[in-house]
């Protein structure tokens, strides 16, 4: 099973701060802080500081960080943090790599996805839910039909 490694995620950043740990994989890459994961890797698209405290109490194990954007107090220390331009954009290209590693072999879950209702942190901004719908259409069709072999992938 393929996952999401700490060190494809240290590729992307620009600079990390926080536990330096080979061996952490994340099961699940997240926008939406209300998501209940299992070791996850957030990424805050609105009021960073807010979210981050919301994704950490719902299994946040790291988030990708604007670039100069100041970090909220209550951060452990050793809570990884890896520095972006664009957490968003930095989550698509982390995603192009998963999806070309993996195969159809995939042990790390994606979700660019709010609830239909919203939530309390959906983004107000129109072309980030288009980028958000983008990101979760590539990842909902690279992955493989349930009980699908890969003879019946094409149909």
């Not at 981050?52 to 943090?81: C, D, M, V």
């Not at 590693?101 to 983004?123: L, N, V």
Request: proline share 8%.
């Amino acid at each position: 099973m393929t996952m999401v490694t700490y060190g494809m995620v240290q590729s992307i950043a620009a600079e990390a701060r926080g536990i330096v740990d080979e061996t952490i994989r994340f099961h699940a890459v997240f926008v939406n802080p209300e998501k209940q994961v299992k070791k996850g890797l957030f990424v805050p698209l609105e009021n960073g500081a807010e979210t981050l405290k919301t994704a950490i109490e719902h299994g946040a194990i790291a988030s990708f960080w604007p670039i100069g954007e100041p970090l909220p107090r209550y951060i452990p220390n050793q809570f990884p943090l890896f520095f972006v331009p664009s957490p968003l954009e930095a989550a698509a290209v982390l995603l192009e790599r998963y999806l070309a590693q993996s195969g159809g072999d995939r042990g790390t879950e994606f979700s660019f996805a709010f609830p239909e209702k919203g939530g309390t942190y959906a983004p107000a901004d129109a072309a980030v839910r288009l980028r958000l719908a983008e990101l979760q259409k590539r990842w909902l069709g690279a992955r493989p039909a349930e009980g699908c072999d890969d003879s019946c992938q094409s149909n």
